[in-house]
């Protein structure tokens, strides 16, 4: 299920940057049917990838909600994986968006724009009440009053380090660093007793480091890029020495670098940031490791990754779109999901469930816990707005400020220019 979440950039790079959604002018309103009356009639939900692996858990769900409201009929329909986002916007565009629509937030951005997806805020005044703040606060958008989806499947990250390289090389896997400051200072032992031939650290920073440290990376209103902030310098700084000081890969600047997790897996890096079920896979790839691997909550604020349900806001039935979206979010349901499939439920009421709250003593069990409790804190490190092209031109910014090409500043003045050129194209 986590390939729900890769290339996501990719994808809503298509989308934000595609030809439109038709005749529809930027802004635009949609007229939105009325939200009030019986939940009856036909109703329409489509899903992203779930068959034929998750028909029959799907088709149980909808078949629980027709049975709970006899005048209702579901018409399931499942897009495969591929080319989800050109469907989802030919649906738009087409005016065949479907009542209830399995969206990411970026892929919910455009249609946002457009104003095309209803205010489930507005709309469900328990909204709140009932789902974990992250998750509301994905289908918020900049410049947008309202929230644009209810959270359904959630996912975050969780550190990982290598006890075995941790102990040989001076430090305590029982006392993992919790901030920057500590993991360069571990790094720099690591490297003295290592003699520089394996790594604590091995990559470089992201926007999501910055959002850590408190950088806000987008203005409110959502029109300008504003990350170019002494602290975000600072946070660059900290990173450029390091660099400095070989406590990092020379090859994380290149395009040869194969990259943290992979050179985790090989055991020339002592730490890597997966997701919760990272152990149980790693079990299966690497089982000599997963044995000597020890969880610990990542670094500053946990990265969420959301999967979320729309509604339509010219939906002809948005009494029984509105409650099919809540329905299958339920916290019911979204345990039953997460018993079948690696992920976590966004609904509050999963917090006292021991399934996701208490662990079996493995260290698998152990990174479960800590994953599904960092969900509380988890936000969205990097705005949806931000495409794969600026990401790519940050990413050569920073490397070349690591390097000693530019100042720390001169690269985070020229990444936010560049992305502002970008936003406004």
Same mark, same amino acid.
């Given at each position: ?44 939900? =489509? ?5 034929? #692996? ?12 027709? #049975? ?10 499942? =897009? ?10 030919? =649906? ?9 629509? /399995? ?44 929230? +644009? ?10 550190? +990982? ?15 993992? %660093? ?60 900290? +990173? ?76 002809? /039935?948005? %009494? ?106």
């Amino acid at each position: 299920m986590r390939r729900h979440w890769a290339g996501l950039a990719v994808a809503a790079t298509m989308i934000v940057t595609g030809c439109g959604l038709g005749g529809t002018k930027q802004g635009a309103a949609v007229p939105s049917a009325s939200v009030s009356g019986e939940v009856k009639g036909k109703v329409s939900l =489509q899903t992203w990838a779930l068959k034929p #692996k998750f028909t029959d858990y799907m088709q149980g769900v909808i078949d629980a909600f027709e #049975k709970k409201h006899p005048g209702v009929e579901v018409e399931w329909l499942d =897009q495969p994986g591929d080319g989800y986002s050109e469907k989802v916007l030919s =649906q738009a565009a087409g005016g065949s968006l479907p009542d209830v629509v /399995n969206l990411p937030p970026d892929f919910a951005l455009p249609l946002v724009k457009q104003g095309m997806l209803l205010d489930v805020a507005q709309s469900d005044q328990k909204l709140a009440d009932e789902y974990v703040a992250g998750g509301i606060d994905a289908y918020k958008y900049s410049g947008h009053q309202g929230v +644009y989806g209810y959270p359904w499947y959630l996912n975050t990250d969780v550190n +990982y380090w290598n006890s075995e390289l941790l102990k040989k090389h001076g430090l305590d896997p029982a006392k993992p %660093p919790t901030t920057l400051d500590e993991l360069i200072a571990q790094a720099r032992t690591f490297k003295e007793k290592s003699g520089g031939k394996v790594y604590l650290m091995s990559r470089r920073p992201e926007l999501g480091d910055f959002t850590q440290a408190g950088v806000k990376i987008l203005s409110d209103d959502g029109q300008n890029f504003v990350f170019n902030t002494p602290e975000a310098v600072a946070v660059l700084e900290r +990173y450029r020495e390091a660099f400095k000081e070989g406590l990092l890969p020379r090859d994380v600047l290149t395009d040869t670098y194969a990259g943290n997790a992979k050179l985790f897996n090989e055991g020339t890096v002592a730490w890597t940031t997966a997701g919760g079920n990272y152990i149980t896979s790693l079990a299966t790839d690497n089982p000599t490791l997963a044995p000597k691997v020890v969880p610990s909550t990542v670094i500053g604020t946990p990265p969420l990754f959301v999967q979320g349900l729309s509604v339509s806001k010219s939906t002809k /039935n948005a %009494p029984a779109a509105l409650a099919l979206a809540r329905w299958v979010t339920n916290a019911e349901n979204q345990a039953a999901f997460a018993h079948l499939v690696n992920i976590f439920p966004s609904t509050k009421a999963s917090a006292d469930d021991p399934f996701f709250s208490k662990s079996d003593g493995t260290n698998s069990g152990d990174a479960k816990v800590i994953a599904f409790t960092s969900l509380a804190q988890a936000r969205m490190l990097q705005p949806v707005e931000v495409t794969e092209a600026m990401s790519k031109y940050i990413r050569q910014q920073i490397s070349a400020a690591l390097n000693g090409e530019i100042s720390a500043k001169e690269a985070l003045d020229k990444a936010v220019a560049k992305c502002n050129e970008l936003h406004k194209s």
